[in-house]
């Protein structure tokens, strides 16, 4: 018998259901999770403020890969703001600032 089939037997024969002991009466024994239980979801982090932009959207306005700016970030090129997961965020003024350095005119739009 294993040993899981001995344990349902033992709370069968001590008049408990198969769903098994109370986290108080189960010794250690019952560590994890039902399957019909569940655990509540970890709390999320707030999203980054909208004023910041994603590396994908300055890139765009960049006009260069994500990659590029990502160097330039981690060289210090260009200013980034490191959230707590380890996202960059940039900030849409420095990122302007960047463009007009680069001779891009903040009527030019992103080419897609």
Do not use: C
């Not at 330039?72 to 463009?99: Q, S, T």
């Amino acid at each position: 018998m294993s040993r899981y089939a001995s344990t349902v037997a033992g709370w069968r024969a001590e008049g408990r259901r198969d769903r098994g002991a109370t986290p108080e009466e189960s010794n250690g024994l019952m560590g994890a999770l039902m399957p019909h239980e569940r655990r509540a979801a970890p709390p999320r982090l707030p999203p980054a403020p909208p004023s910041l932009l994603t590396v994908a959207q300055a890139a765009r306005l960049l006009r260069v890969h994500p990659n590029t700016l990502r160097s330039w970030a981690d060289k210090g090129m260009v200013p980034v703001v490191m959230l707590p997961n380890g996202y960059r965020r940039f900030a849409p003024e420095e990122i302007e600032a960047v463009r007009r350095s680069m001779g891009l005119d903040r009527s030019d739009p992103p080419t897609d």
